[in-house]
C-alpha cells in the first residue's frame, strides 16, 4: 500500500520557476521586515506576521514570495503546504534539511479515497539533494502508509487486508513473511491470538504474521529488533460491548499494527544493518456464539493462564502471545505499539505518547531524539506497587486490574512486561493514533505518532 501522490510531492527540479520561500525565525523577523519593500512589509504586518511556528504569508509583487515562520519547531514547515496553492516552491538559500522536507511532505497529507472529488493536485516541494530528497520520500511513504491504515474503515481494512499489505513490504524488500491462520494458530501456540479474534466471521479470521529480514550489509549476527503491533481491526468490546460512542472510531485499533508495519517499512527502507522480526497478531474482536466471555480462563504462549475479567481488554490478550514470540527470538531490543488505553489519553492526551520501559539509557535516547523531531514522547512508571492489581484467583494473571489501582495506562503495561522478552531492552507504547480536529498540517484522522522519534534512536544506535 503506497500514498498514490508521496513520489510527486518533492521534485528534482521544478517544472516551472518556484515560487522562493524565506525561512523566518522569530529572532530575525525585526531584520527581515527593514529589508522589505513597503508594500511587502505592510503585507506582512497586516498578517501579524513575526515568524511565529505555523505562520505563513503570500507576499505580493511580480514575482510572489512566501514567509513561512519557523517558531522553533522541528516540525514547523508541517502546516506550510495547507496555506499554499498547487505549485512549485523551492526555500531560499540552502537545500532544506530531511526534517524541514519531512515536515512539509507530511503537511499534504490527506484521505480522500472515498470522496468523489480526489487526488487534487498539491503544493511541491523542489529539493535538489537527492539523499534528503529520498529520506524524505522513504518516510512519507511509511508515514502515509500508516496513516492511510488507521484512516481506511474496518470493512476494507480487515485482517486478509494487513496480511496482503505485510507480504507487499516483505516482498518489496527482500523479507520473508510467514502467516499463521485461524485454528492452525491453536496448532502453532497462539492460543490468546485464537481466543480473542476466533468469534469473527471465517474471512477475516485471526492470523499471526511474521515478516523477516536482515540488512544488505549485516552479518548473520547482527543485532535482532523486534517490532510488535496490536491489530484488532475493529473493536466492538466483545460481549462486553462498547457503547456506541466508544465504538465510533475503533476502526483505529490496529493503528499499532499499522505503525510497526511502518517502522519496518522505514528500517528496511534505510537498510540498517540488523536483523528484523515484525510481529503483528490481527484479529476482530466480534461477538457471535463462539466469543470468549468475562471469566474465561485463557492459555498464553508463554505458558501462563489469563483470565477475561472484561472482553474490552482484548489487546493485551494478543500482544501477549506476540510478545513471547519475540522473547523466543532474543532480540536485543523490542519495540511494541499498540492503540492501548483510554486512561493513556487521560494522562496525557491525544498528543503525547506515553511510553514504558525499564531501560534508563534507551528511555533517555528517546526523550532526545523525540524533542529533536518533534514526535512529542512522555517516559511513564512501570510502577511495581500495581502489580498485585493483576493477581487472579483463579489464573495465573487477569485482564482487568483491580480497581484501587486507577492507573489504567500503567497497570496494562504492567500486564505486558510479564510477557515481554527477559532478555534485552523492551519499550511500550501506548499510541492514540488520532487527530480528533483539524489543524493546519493536521487533518483530523489517523495519525502516525513516535515513529519518527524511535527511527532516530534506531539510526543513531544501528546506522
Not at 58 to 85: C, H, K, N, W, Y
Not at 109 to 134: I, M, T, W
Request: glycine share 10%; with cysteine; proline share 6%.
Amino acid at each position: 500500500m503506497s500514498h498514490p501522490a508521496a513520489e510527486v510531492l518533492i521534485a528534482p527540479e521544478a517544472a516551472a520557476t518556484p515560487t522562493s520561500v524565506a525561512l523566518v525565525a522569530e529572532g530575525g523577523w525585526e531584520a527581515l521586515r527593514e529589508s522589505l519593500d513597503p508594500v511587502g512589509r505592510s503585507a506582512a504586518e497586516l498578517a501579524g506576521f513575526k515568524g511565529k511556528a505555523g505562520q505563513a504569508v503570500i507576499l505580493p509583487g511580480e514575482t510572489p514570495r512566501v514567509l513561512a515562520g519557523l517558531g522553533e519547531g522541528a516540525m514547523a514547515l508541517r502546516s506550510l503546504p495547507s496555506r499554499l496553492t498547487a505549485a512549485d516552491y523551492r526555500l531560499e538559500g540552502d537545500d532544506p534539511t530531511p526534517d524541514q522536507a519531512i515536515a512539509f511532505v507530511l503537511g499534504t497529507y490527506r484521505f480522500d479515497r472515498y470522496k468523489k472529488e480526489h487526488g487534487k493536485p498539491q503544493p511541491r516541494l523542489v529539493v535538489s539533494d537527492a539523499k534528503v530528497r529520498a529520506e524524505a520520500l522513504a518516510a512519507a511513504h511509511a508515514l502515509f502508509l500508516a496513516r492511510d491504515m488507521v484512516n481506511t474503515p474496518a470493512n476494507d481494512m480487515g485482517p486478509l487486508q494487513i496480511e496482503t499489505i505485510a507480504r507487499e513490504i516483505a516482498g518489496a524488500h527482500g523479507a520473508s513473511c510467514s502467516v499463521i491462520t485461524g485454528d492452525e494458530l491453536l496448532t502453532q501456540n497462539y492460543p490468546a491470538v485464537h481466543a480473542v479474534g476466533r468469534a469473527a466471521v471465517p474471512a477475516r479470521a485471526p492470523r499471526m504474521i511474521e515478516l523477516g529480514w536482515k540488512g544488505s550489509d549485516a552479518a548473520s549476527d547482527a543485532p535482532l529488533l523486534a517490532i510488535v503491533g496490536k491489530g484488532v481491526v475493529f473493536d466492538t468490546g466483545g460481549l462486553d460491548i462498547k457503547p456506541s460512542s466508544g465504538m465510533r472510531q475503533m476502526k483505529k485499533d490496529m493503528g499499532g499494527a499499522a505503525h510497526a508495519l511502518a517502522l519496518a517499512r522505514m528500517v528496511m527502507g534505510a537498510d540498517l544493518p540488523v536483523r528484523l522480526a515484525v510481529l503483528v497478531p490481527v484479529v476482530e474482536n466480534a461477538i457471535s456464539g463462539d466469543a470468549m466471555r468475562p471469566g474465561d480462563v485463557l492459555d498464553s504462549r508463554a505458558g501462563l493462564t489469563i483470565e477475561v475479567g472484561n472482553t474490552d481488554a482484548e489487546g493485551r490478550l494478543i500482544l501477549a502471545d506476540a510478545l513471547t514470540r519475540a522473547g523466543e527470538l532474543s532480540p536485543v531490543l523490542t519495540l511494541d505499539f499498540a492503540t492501548l488505553t483510554g486512561a493513556a489519553r487521560v494522562a496525557l492526551g491525544p498528543e503525547v505518547i506515553p511510553f514504558y520501559t525499564a531501560d534508563d539509557a534507551l528511555a533517555g535516547e528517546l526523550a532526545e531524539q523525540a524533542s529533536a523531531v518533534a514526535d512529542p514522547l512522555w517516559r511513564m512508571p512501570l510502577w511495581a506497587g500495581y502489580e498485585e492489581s493483576l493477581d487472579s484467583d483463579v489464573a495465573d494473571i487477569k485482564n482487568d486490574p483491580d480497581a484501587w489501582a486507577q492507573a489504567g495506562s500503567v497497570t496494562a503495561a504492567l500486564f505486558l512486561q510479564r510477557f515481554a522478552p527477559k532478555d534485552g531492552a523492551w519499550v511500550h507504547f501506548d499510541i492514540f493514533a488520532w487527530n480528533s480536529k483539524s489543524r493546519p498540517g493536521r487533518p483530523a484522522g489517523a495519525e502516525a505518532q513516535a515513529i519518527r522519534a524511535v527511527f532516530a534512536v534506531l539510526k543513531a544506535r544501528f546506522g
